[in-house]
Structures are given as C-alpha cells and as structure tokens.
C-alpha cells in the first residue's frame, strides 16, 4: 500500500555535498512521522533524521549541524540534505514512515570516498 523510492545517492568526496530524495506514494494519508536511515555494513541501522507531518524535525547527533531533513508535501517527497560528508556516512541511505510495518524500499548508496 505504501511504497518508498530514494534516489540521489552516489560517490561523493570528504566534506562534499549530497541531496536525496524519497518519493512516498500509496496510502501516505496516515503518516505522522517520515524518518531517513542508513545502514553500513556489519552495523545496524540508525535513524539519521525525522520530520513530523505537522513539520518539526530531529536530527541525530552524528550528523547534527550537517544534515538537513525537509519535505514536500505537494509533491510525496522528503529530502535529506547532507553537507560536510565524512568517510564514516558511507552508508545505504533509506526512507521509511516511523514504526509502520510497510516494505523498506531498495535505498541510495552513498560511498564518501576519495
């Protein structure tokens, strides 16, 4: 019913500079909360921002200052703007509704990397 589509995602230069992008789309109607993810490998997977449907957001402390979470509503689509990149964000980056048990889609890899 709820489907997520990121993109944006690609190698990207120490202290450079990525927007992605998720487009929600289905039954979108009863989401309060739209978090982003990442998951690197061989560790689990952390929330790095949220965004509330009334429009407050949360950031996580590791990418506090450099990470940006917006969206619009218009157009099913939340955004994660991510500056100052550090080898340690080398991760696949994921959109989801909080706690809602829908299908994870096939996320955005991003390799920061020199």
């Known amino acids: 019913q709820v489907q997520f589509v990121e993109s944006g995602g690609g190698l990207v230069q120490p202290g450079g500079s990525l927007r992605l992008s998720c487009v929600v789309s289905g039954s979108t109607s009863s989401i309060h909360i739209m978090a982003w993810y990442r998951q690197a490998p061989g560790k689990p997977r952390e929330r790095v921002a949220s965004i509330r449907k009334t429009g407050g957001s949360t950031t996580a402390d590791s990418v506090k200052g450099r990470c940006t979470i917006s969206r619009d509503s218009d157009k099913n689509t939340v955004y994660l703007q991510m500056n100052s990149l550090k080898p340690e964000d080398t991760a696949m980056y994921s959109c989801?509704?909080?706690?809602?048990?829908?299908?994870w889609g096939q996320g955005t890899q991003v390799p920061v990397s020199s």
């Open positions: 989801h509704a909080l706690g809602r048990p829908w299908p």
